[in-house]
């Protein structure tokens, strides 16, 4: 249903609208089979590089390469069969059940005027399978819940029978259930996963490296629990945390606390230690 999973560099890749820079040189790989997060404060450019790797943007300047190929060469068929994205608050086409929506995932793979065949309707079939979305198929999918939608999506991209996911806030909007349901078929699917996430506990549980943006620059990757510190978040996200590992999952585990009382800032500013 997939295919093999495609190797990502992204190589100084430059993004700018009338001359302000919103991407200033990332540099950002994903090995075959990883998932690989990429957080940082709203405004960093994380939607931008998503959009760069996946096709809807071009970069100006820099390259994306899939497989060592510049996908920047690629036509817009040949790279749908590289990479498939599942955009942030993606819909389907209005009237449409689930597995017509998941059935547009193969026009990459036919010519415009041809039609569906049987080794569509099976793949189609396999991803609605894999994604837990069977039961409702033929359901409209503006009549679905926030969860149902994602899993089509993610079945959608699935039958462009691809090695390189490109999953937009795939988290987004759902509830704390059908966010671990999501990230959890993410992670066990046989692809290259590139995710943009907001929860970095969640990034840090489910993903094998992350990237942090901060005004359009990487400034830090690695494992989770290289790079989720307790100094990073307070300069990237100028909030206070305490940083332990979880029981159970052993991955990092932030917990946020809340900001300084105005008297105590103000005496850490001046370097004092007066008593409350």
Known sequence: ?????????VEAVRYEIDGQPLLRGVDLTARPGE????????GSGKTTLLRCVYGTLRPTAGRVLLDGRDAGLLSVKERARKVAAVPQDGS????????????MGRS???RFWEQDGPGDALHVDRALETVGATAFAERRFEELSGGERQRALVAR??????G???LDEPTNHLDIRYQLEVLDLVRGLPTTSLLVLHDLNLAASFCDRLYVLAAGRVVAAGPP???LTEDLLAEVYGVRTRIGI??????PNVVYLPPEPPTARLRHAAGGTAAP
């Open 157 to 162: 991209a699935l039958v462009q029978g691809t």
């Open 35 to 42: 998932t690989v997060a990429v957080v940082g404060p709203n």
């Open 92 to 103: 389907g086409v209005p009237g449409l059940t689930v597995r017509e929506v998941v059935a």
């Open 225 to 227: 629990g290289e790079v």
């Open 1 to 9: 249903m997939t295919g093999s999973p495609v190797e990502l560099t």
């Open 108 to 110: 990459p793979h036919k």
């Open 164 to 166: 390189l996911l490109a």
């Open 246 to 251: 979880h029981p159970t999952t052993a991955a």
